[in-house]
């Protein structure tokens, strides 16, 4: 058994990278912590009208943070390739390096007015931890934001040995869908046995609908955040390492 520390970052998120960035790399440099998890679109503002230039050049300076730090981070940005966008995950590790993305795959209606569905569900390896992605509607499916089948991510990734699940959001706050997100949270932990960790993005127009924090295997929480603004948790979880695994993610670069 190892202990990994999550941190959890509830931020505002800006349209503008300029403005994130910074918050970003400050967030980086003061987690104490193994993995710091970040919201969807956390870099590039939520929407598809980005530099691509502009995120590549974030990407750089992220990793260089990461090493410096010696963190691994999950970063939620968009992410542009040919004609298409994104919204997508990309994890640096503690070494700088790219260990891989996730793309979002069950995106929302108005998601896909910019942006088109992820193609791959991903498996990760670092530091003998074995995890996997998802990105806000990937978990939920929610009734009223389109009508999509429900692919059941967390299970498949519980199904491929993922032990924890880092789940990035920006779900707003209409408080409509706050029961509906939390026990889907925990129903989702409990019938995969892995925990759930959310960094969901602070809204400016109240409290947000889902919690940031971890959830339990057995659909406690461990720990939560204020549903108000800005704000951060760190919690320690007790994982079986596998000290034998090669590090290994796949990457849409």
Request: proline share 6%; hydrophobic share 35%.
């Amino acid at each position: 058994m190892a202990t990994i520390r999550i941190v959890g970052v509830q931020m505002e998120v800006s349209p503008r990278l300029d403005v994130n960035l910074p918050k970003v790399l400050d967030y980086i440099m003061n987690a104490d912590g193994d993995f710091v998890l970040f919201p969807e679109m956390s870099l590039t503002g939520y929407h598809g009208d980005f530099s691509d230039k502009a995120a590549r050049a974030a990407w750089e300076q992220i990793a260089k943070a990461c090493r410096q730090k010696y963190i691994t981070a999950l970063i939620g940005t968009g992410r542009k390739r040919d004609n298409d966008v994104h919204i997508q995950t990309r994890i640096y590790t503690d070494e700088g390096k790219l260990l891989g993305t996730h793309e979002k795959l069950v995106p929302t209606k108005s998601d896909r007015e910019f942006c088109k569905p992820g193609e791959k569900l991903r498996i990760f390896h670092h530091r003998g931890l074995t995890f996997g992605c998802t990105i806000c509607n990937d978990l939920w499916v929610t009734p009223g934001c389109g009508p999509y089948p429900d692919p059941r991510l967390t299970h498949q990734l519980g199904q491929k040995g993922a032990q924890v699940i880092f789940h990035s959001a920006n779900s707003g706050a209409d408080p409509m869908h706050r029961a509906f997100h939390e026990s889907n949270l925990q129903l989702r932990a409990v019938e995969s046995k892995v925990y759930i960790a959310t960094a969901n993005a602070a809204s400016p127009d109240g409290p947000v609908n889902c919690p940031s924090g971890i959830m339990s295997p057995n659909g406690q929480w461990l720990v939560q955040c204020p549903l108000e603004g800005e704000q951060t948790y760190s919690h320690d979880i007790d994982v079986e390492i596998d000290v034998g695994a090669e590090e290994e993610g796949e990457a849409v670069k």
